[in-house]
């Protein structure tokens, strides 16, 4: 079994703390990363075998999945690097981004194919409303006030944000 566990604290810009854990489970083709901050807490899973991201904000009580884009994702082997190298190198740090939007009534999936996203999307997502998310190519438009961090912090995040016209 070729399973890794690595633990992360992370300074935030208020001067307090975020515990990261990432499981990278080599056979099952995952990495499962756990973002410890009360209300801000988060769980994604990034599924390279079927080829989604999956993030589930405790705050919002939702999940948000979508399309992994083989390109722009980093690998399984390249996470490893970039943790070892972030342990290595005292918190090196990268602001790569993605952002995703959704739109609470437009993206909410009502009917699920939990054999397209597979069983571990199935496991984090479940029990709480799924949107598709869609990501954002311009990122001017975006209020920050209305976004979740959620995924790997410092290394490869994702902010969740609504896309909400009044």
């Known amino acids: 079994m070729k399973i890794f566990v690595y633990n992360i604290i992370?300074?935030?810009?208020n001067g307090g703390s975020v515990q990261e854990t990432v499981t990278i489970d080599s056979e099952k083709d995952i990495a499962i990363i756990n973002v410890h901050a009360g209300l801000c807490s988060s769980t994604t899973i990034?599924?390279?075998k079927h080829g989604y991201i999956a993030?589930?904000?405790l705050s919002r009580r939702a999940c948000y999945i979508l399309k992994m884009n083989r390109q722009t994702?980093?690998?399984l082997d390249q996470l490893k690097q970039h943790i070892y190298d972030m342990q290595a190198l005292d918190n090196i740090f990268s602001n790569k981004y993605i952002w995703v939007k959704y739109n609470p009534l437009?993206?909410?999936?009502t009917n699920v194919d939990w054999l397209l996203f597979g069983s571990p999307t199935e496991q984090l997502c479940k029990h709480v409303p799924?949107?598709?998310?869609?990501?954002v190519g311009d990122t001017d438009n975006v209020r920050a006030g209305a976004?979740?961090?959620a995924?790997?912090?410092g290394i490869f995040g994702i902010s969740i944000c609504a896309d909400i016209r009044v």
Not at 130 to 135: A, C, D, I, S
């Open 10 to 13: 992370s300074q935030v810009n």
């Open 46 to 48: 990034f599924d390279y």
């Open 55 to 57: 993030s589930r904000v």
């Open 73 to 75: 994702t980093p690998t």
């Open 106 to 109: 437009q993206s909410l999936i």
């Open 130 to 135: 799924l949107y598709k998310g869609e990501v």
């Open 147 to 149: 976004c979740a961090k």
């Open 151 to 153: 995924g790997l912090l």
